[in-house]
């Protein structure tokens, strides 16, 4: 079993720094707009000829309240009207991309996120799901990951019941803090009971996996009233948590304009909350995955974590990092091979050009060799919180040491700083480094400096 993390108050202070979450390396940062569809086309293909399984990500836009901390790609409506237009567009996406694919590619995992997905009426879930049945070949036995993002206040036991019907096994419910003030400054008021319903739903159903996300940094919060947060979350047992770090960025997430930064708590109080949140969790027997994550033992991911198989994509931590994701929805993301291509971001351009039978891929990046050496670094390191050079030397056919030696100085301090323990062969991440995994990431990413660090939440 991984050892227990260790908190580190010095160590958080001097490594606390801003950075990538590492969902992919290169980062999203990255992407430009000299990848298109012919490169999508051309990387489809590879995959039908090597009959890779698939992980399908569909994204809906739409959400009904603004929450005012998001920075998800949405589009803030009453109008329940306005779905029915975007999933024309997305049926014609899933069928032009079908076509490129063989039908003997299983669909492992599938994951609809948002927006809020429960936006869409049950007529309007089954005929998606029909359509993305048609085209794609997906599991029929319950065996798949076929996961949803739940809002409780968008859902009700029927709408569990319908998603239970269409095949959907996991979810995935915001709750982010319970306490009314906290729940009134970012204008998202959400009962425990709500709450409870939903996952009360979901046992009874036989969903195989509830997780639920938290955030701390949020307005008003103080480490007294999110401990008591953290402990009726506990009482709820979910399989995971996703205890997030908020990132105030105003001046890139328009919704952010509207918190005032003056009831934001400080950066040491953040600290508290975060310190406490994992000695709750500890006791309460979680297991930290890594990444803001926390698991169950007897759940997958703590499980591939300990076989060393964890991997980690567009959708986080996963079993299914084998797979190639698609991505479908405006701004969704895919990942096949070696290419990264990302839809357009805006609605009516995304519409628009599936209107006139193109896809919208509206930029991207294609892996050279070094990008997947140091992907392959990365991912390990993230999953695992340990790299063996012989493995990557191995796989790469190169000198680890030689390789990377101008980074060797820097490794070395981390070293010397006890966040990693380093020789010859391994680098292993200490208990007291783990929650700095992304700090350990950001020494073997080529592109960081090019890019104003502002792009990036904070470690911590």
């Not at 049926?91 to 996120?113: M, N, R, S, W, Y």
């Not at 890139?252 to 600290?271: C, G, H, V, W, Y």
Request: proline share 4%; hydrophobic share 40%; net charge negative.
């Amino acid at each position: 079993m991984l050892d227990a993390i260790r908190w580190d108050t010095d160590l958080i202070r001097r490594y606390d720094v801003a950075g990538p979450r590492y969902t992919s390396y290169p980062t999203a940062v990255q992407f430009d707009g000299q990848v298109g569809t012919f490169d999508l086309f051309h990387a489809l293909r590879d995959s039908r000829k090597a009959l890779r399984p698939l992980s399908l990500y569909v994204h809906v836009p739409f959400c009904a309240n603004i929450c005012y901390y998001c920075a998800c790609n949405k589009v803030i409506t009453k109008d329940r009207g306005r779905a029915q237009p975007y999933l024309q567009r997305l049926e014609q996406e899933i069928q032009l991309i079908a076509c490129h694919l063989d039908p003997a590619q299983k669909v492992e995992q599938l994951h609809f996120g948002g927006g809020t997905p429960t936006f869409l009426s049950h007529d309007e879930l089954r005929q998606l799901m029909a359509q993305l049945r048609k085209s794609f070949n997906l599991l029929d036995d319950d065996s798949g990951d076929y996961g949803i993002e739940i809002d409780p206040r968008e859902a009700d036991w029927a709408t569990m019941g319908l998603l239970r019907e269409l095949g959907f096994n996991r979810v995935s419910i915001g709750l982010q803090d319970l306490d009314p003030a906290v729940q009134r400054a970012v204008n998202r008021l959400q009962s425990l009971e709500e709450t409870r319903a939903v996952i009360d739903a979901s046992r009874t159903l036989q969903f195989r996996s509830i997780n639920i996300d938290l955030i701390y940094g949020l307005p008003r919060q103080t480490p007294e009233s999110f401990a008591r947060t953290v402990d009726e979350v506990i009482n709820l047992q979910p399989d995971r948590l996703s205890v997030f770090n908020y990132a105030h960025l105003p001046e890139r997430f328009m919704p952010q304009r509207r918190i005032n930064s003056d009831e934001l708590p400080t950066p040491a109080q953040k600290l508290e909350m975060l310190q406490g949140t994992i000695e709750q969790l500890t006791k309460a027997g979680y297991r930290y995955i890594g990444m803001d994550h926390f698991a169950l033992p007897d759940d997958e991911l703590a499980i591939a974590q300990e076989e060393s198989t964890l991997q980690r994509n567009f959708q986080g931590y996963t079993t299914h990092g084998h797979c190639d994701l698609i991505g479908l929805g405006v701004s969704a993301i895919s990942q096949i091979g070696d290419l990264y291509c990302q839809n357009s971001s805006d609605l009516n351009q995304y519409q628009n050009t599936l209107a006139s039978s193109q896809l919208a891929t509206s930029r991207g990046l294609l892996c050279n060799a070094d990008d997947r050496l140091r992907r392959a670094v990365i991912q390990q390191l993230i999953c695992t919180f340990s790299l063996e050079f012989a493995q990557i030397e191995q796989a790469f056919n190169i000198d680890f040491r030689g390789y990377f030696g101008e980074l060797w100085p820097q490794l070395q301090g981390m070293a010397d700083d006890g966040l990693i323990e380093l020789n010859n062969e391994r680098i292993t991440v200490m208990p007291a480094g783990r929650l700095l995994v992304r700090s350990v990431c950001m020494v073997f990413d080529a592109y960081l400096e090019q890019h104003n660090r502002q792009w990036f939440s904070r470690v911590i």
